[in-house]
Nanobody, 121 residues
């Protein structure tokens, strides 16, 4: 199983970025996927998750971030708008092999390598 995250970078506050996570080795279409982030000195936190027709967002990103998936490409995306300095973090994609969306990082079985998002104010 491999997850390859990309799309991070430096952006000004109020700007947008789209993260991608290409997966292989799993039945992507039926697998719960999540985006997490970890800022310096902080714990990894749930950002968004997708499974079947269910989508969850952390309150801190609701209305600004959109998670989507392309099952034909086995890829999950995180579109981020109106970025704030507090969104600065390493963003990780993750997949579970069973169960639905979980807000706990410990529930996920495989992780991508992370992509750094830096929002300048």
């Amino acid at each position: 199983v491999q997850l390859q995250a990309s799309g991070g970078g430096l952006v000004q506050a109020g700007g947008s970025l789209r993260l991608s996570c290409a997966t292989s080795g799993i039945t992507f279409s039926t697998s719960p996927v999540g985006w997490f982030r970890q800022a310096p000195g902080k714990e990894r936190e749930f950002v968004a998750g997708s499974w079947s027709t269910t989508i969850h967002y952390a309150d801190s990103v609701k209305g600004r971030f959109t998670i989507s998936r392309d099952n034909a490409k086995s890829t999950v995306y995180l579109q981020m708008h109106f970025l704030k300095s507090e969104d600065t973090a390493v963003y990780y994609c993750a997949v579970r092999l069973a169960g639905g969306i979980s807000w706990s990082a410990d529930s996920y079985d495989y992780w991508g390598q992370g992509t750094l998002v830096t929002v300048s104010s």
